[in-house]
Nanobody, 124 residues
């Protein structure tokens, strides 16, 4: 079983940047794609970004492309990042990383392992 641990969240002001990290341990990730999701207060969990196992392909929620960048550590296939720039109050959410079961999906149901989440709060 794979364990995922997110870190890097916090309280920032609008316009600031944050980089979230996701560390994987346990069962090797193999060729699995990885994704980031977020869940604002009182809302459903939504796709943010995904990356294939070698990092050759990425996918973003349309509204976030250009501000957010997903990447993975090229030396270790166990660390993933989400760089978030020009943060807005509407980016406030708990951010989760997850391992995809199939492909580079935007649907939470297609991910089988999740971290506990890291809180991001953006003040105006």
């Amino acid at each position: 079983q794979v364990q995922l641990v997110e870190s890097g969240g916090g309280l920032v002001q609008a316009g600031d940047s944050l980089r979230l990290s996701c560390a994987a341990s346990g069962t090797p990730l193999g060729t699995s794609a990885m994704g980031w999701f977020r869940q604002p207060p009182g809302q459903e969990r939504k796709f943010v970004a995904g990356i294939t196992h070698k990092g050759q392909n990425t996918r973003y929620a349309e509204s976030l492309e250009g501000r957010f960048t997903i990447s993975r550590d090229s030396a270790k296939n166990t660390i993933f990042y989400l760089q978030m720039n020009s943060l807005k109050p509407e980016d406030t959410a708990v951010y989760y990383c997850a391992r995809a079961r199939i492909g580079l999906s935007a649907f939470p149901a297609n991910y089988d392992s999740w971290g506990q989440g890291t809180q991001v709060i953006v003040s105006s």
